[in-house]
């Protein structure tokens, strides 16, 4: 989270941030006082560094520093080389992918995650919009919901958006997902249902972007940047799928009966059109 919020925020916290990356087992024992003196700062710096970070105080902080300082393994992201082999990529895909995952559920505010859950609980239109590789994430979630019996739509097409924002109510939900928060169609269709009353969620990796600012609701997945071969946004895709598999599980499993009683139907649904084709080739 340092590292990645380094370059946007002000001086002072930049100044603490560089400290705690450069000496984090002397930051963890240090008070926020102590903590400014040691980075020719202040105090008052250091607390706002803990809101400019979304964290709860100080100790908070410091806690997250302890939590990283106790990781035994490097997960960090590995990227190929020329002419490597299948194990050795297997080897990196699969750690990368831990990585993410590991580094996404500690981004994840559970506060902001039951707000958003119970938006979409009681949403009567779902409406998700991503562009490129976000884009299959938004697919991905409305086929998610969809199974569950809430209405729900995803976008790609930027004008077919704006045409269902427009008519939406204070009822509906728009999740705007966007890797780097940047993707101006996200932040206007964002905008747009803010307009609208709509209630609005934003899935980006941490810390402030466009997106997010347009966000009733702000969602953050792992920061880690992408290694050179990006494959389609691998990461970043395995981030955005989590949160996504996240909120899903977690409507599912408030409303767990009425959940169980449509996948049954879905999956029976899909079953059934599979024996049809079974059939005909059978010359039934």
């Given amino acids: 989270m340092l590292t ?3 370059p946007l925020l002000p001086p002072s916290e930049r100044k603490i941030a ?12 240090l008070t926020a006082s102590e903590l400014g003196k040691r980075s020719s700062t202040s105090g008052a710096a250091v607390i706002r560094l803990c809101k400019s970070l979304d964290l709860k105080g100080v100790q908070d902080l410091k806690l997250r520093i302890a939590g990283d300082l106790q990781k035994t393994t490097d997960y960090g992201l590995r990227d190929i ?23 996404t559920a500690e981004m994840l505010n559970t506060e902001e995650l039951e707000r958003a859950v119970h938006v979409l609980k009681d949403a009567e239109r779902i409406h998700f919009f991503g562009v490129g590789a976000s884009g299959i994430i938004a ?19 930027i004008h077919m958006a704006a045409t269902m924002i427009a008519n939406a109510t204070e009822k509906d939900a728009v999740v705007g997902v966007s890797f780097s928060g940047e993707t101006r169609e996200v932040a206007k269709i964002l905008k747009l249902a803010n307009n609208q009353n709509v209630n609005t969620i934003s899935l980006t990796k ?21 290694s050179t071969f990006r494959s389609g946004a691998t990461s970043s895709r395995i981030a955005q799928l989590q949160v996504i598999d996240t909120l899903f599980m977690c409507v599912a499993s408030m409303e767990y009966d009425k959940t169980v009683k449509h996948l049954n139907a879905t999956r029976d649904a899909v079953t059934f059109l599979g024996d049809c084709g079974k059939g005909k080739k059978r010359g039934i």
């Fill in 206 to 226: 941490y810390g402030t972007s466009p997106v997010s600012e347009q966000a009733d609701i702000k969602l953050y997945t792992s920061a880690t940047r992408e």
């Fill in 4 to 6: 990645e919020m380094l």
């Fill in 139 to 157: 697919q991905d979630a409305q086929q998610k919901f969809v199974r569950i019996d809430k209405t729900a739509y995803a976008f790609t097409d």
């Fill in 18 to 29: 560089q400290y705690i990356i450069d000496n984090p087992e002397e930051a963890i024992s």
């Fill in 81 to 103: 080389v020329p002419n490597e082999s299948i194990t050795s990529i297997i080897d990196k895909m699969t750690n990368n992918s831990i990585h993410t995952i590991r580094e």
